[in-house]
């Protein structure tokens, strides 16, 4: 019998294969593993730096919050008050909340219990130091009577400093930059200055004038002092669309139309509103203003205008004195008191740029009196708003007039761990930054 078996070359071959599906099988394993290491690494990265994220988001947007109720007020009460300690140093012109100092951004802004009244206000500072990002809280002022019954976040005037990440590679903040900054206001070369209207070089001069259309059987002529303009005018003798002696409304369309012209000096009245207007162009996706007061005048007439027959509006035409479908006038009334002269304030925005539009007043009168009223319009003025159109520029340190027009903040985190990295790049709106918007 015949007896077979491997020769010594074909056992080797064999080893060589086998050793070779080893070696592949192990590096494929070894892949894996550092695959799943580095993804795990990721993921852990990734999740420590959204968390601490949040945690940054839940303080900024928290960001000069500065009114709560009366501390002693019951829930029911309306008593509010608002506290100053907000601001860095309004004194000294800083009326913002925020302060940032390279890797670092410390804050303020108001606490409160569940009902609204006043616990206390907080200063909080987010800083890196080496690879350890903190976060400290203080108590800058407080309610001393009511902290027994109501814990603060931050009970002790110096907090000791918690650290919230570690292994962090960067932390910047950045604050919005606004599409007007306040040297913008100082500027009188054509179209830097927010300002659209009045146009003057002087954007602190708010003299304007108002210049009547008069076109055929629709707009009429209307009284205006001063004629050469100024910071107020006053319009009288109306076209009225009511017949007396039936003691009913016409049905005639009788109105009032004046522009907005820059500056003084009078204009013949046999000009024509497109000619002498001033002319605005409006930007997409830029928020306007329009802001104006209507003083109170006393045995004025025009307080007998009854809504949803008189009309009073405020809005834009074209060269062709046509009203843009994307921007509807502005209705307004006139004050039936002293208490209700306040400024009046209309924005907008276009999804679309305009060009060549004026800004036109528009009355028409329908009731027994108000016709033989008068309407006096005052700082009058259409804006950029500063505080509502801003973007992001890594560089951008805000000047000390700036700092309240900032309304919100970008952050950039990155954590490393096992040679990974966690990024995230987080936006904030702080509405609440500043005096006012």
Not at 39 to 56: D, Q, Y
Not at 193 to 205: C, E, F, H, I, K
Not at 224 to 243: A, C, I, K, M
Not at 344 to 353: D, L, Q, T
């Amino acid at each position: 019998m015949k007896k077979s078996g491997f020769t010594l070359v074909e056992l080797m071959v064999y080893i060589g294969i086998v050793g070779v599906v080893v070696i592949v099988a192990g590096q494929a394993f070894s892949n894996s593993t550092k695959m799943r290491v580095r993804t795990e690494s990721m993921i852990k990265a990734n999740a420590t730096v959204e968390e601490a994220g949040m945690l940054i988001q839940e303080d900024v947007a928290q960001m000069g919050a500065k009114s709560a109720k009366e501390s002693g007020s019951g829930s029911a009460s309306d008593v509010f008050f608002k506290s100053n300690m907000v601001y860095m140093d309004a004194e000294k012109g800083d009326s913002s909340s925020f302060r940032i100092n390279g890797d670092s951004l410390i804050l303020r802004r108001m606490n409160y219990d569940s009902q609204g009244r006043f616990l206390s206000i907080e200063e909080v500072a987010w800083y890196l130091k080496g690879k350890q990002l903190f976060r400290v809280c203080k108590t800058i002022d407080r309610d001393k009577s009511r902290l027994p019954s109501a814990p603060e976040t931050c009970l002790e005037s110096n907090s000791p400093a918690v650290e919230v990440l570690d292994n962090v590679e960067s932390f910047k903040a950045i604050p919005a930059k606004p599409a007007v900054l306040n040297s913008d206001y100082n500027s009188a070369v054509a179209g830097v200055s927010p300002r659209l209207l009045p146009s003057t070089a002087n954007v602190a001069d708010q003299a304007f004038r108002l210049f009547p259309r008069i076109q055929g059987n629709e707009f009429y002529n209307v009284d205006r002092d001063p004629e050469r303009g100024g910071s107020s005018v006053t319009l009288t003798n109306f076209e009225s669309n009511y017949d007396e002696d039936a003691e009913e409304a016409k049905d005639t369309k009788k109105a009032n139309q004046v522009f907005v012209v820059g500056g003084t000096g009078v204009i013949p009245l046999s000009s024509v509103w497109s000619d002498v207007c001033t002319k605005v162009n409006l930007e997409p996706n830029v928020e306007y203003e329009i802001s104006f007061k209507i003083p109170f005048l006393n045995e004025n007439m025009v307080r007998s205008f009854t809504p949803g027959m008189d009309h009073m509006t405020v809005g834009f035409r074209n060269m062709a004195g046509v009203m843009d479908s994307e921007l509807p006038d502005f209705a307004f009334y006139p004050p039936i008191d002293a208490a209700a002269n306040n400024k009046r304030s209309m924005r907008f925005s276009v999804k679309n740029a305009k060009k060549d539009l004026c800004l036109a007043f528009t009355f028409a009168f329908y009731s027994p009196m108000a016709s033989k009223g008068r309407v006096a319009i005052s700082n009058l003025e259409l804006n950029k708003v500063e505080t509502s159109n801003f973007e992001f520029v890594d560089s951008y340190k805000p000047a000390l007039p700036d700092k309240a027009k900032v309304k919100a903040f970008k952050f950039k985190l990155q954590v490393g761990r096992n040679g990974e990295k966690g990024d995230v790049a987080l936006v904030v709106p702080t509405p609440s930054n500043g005096p006012k918007d």
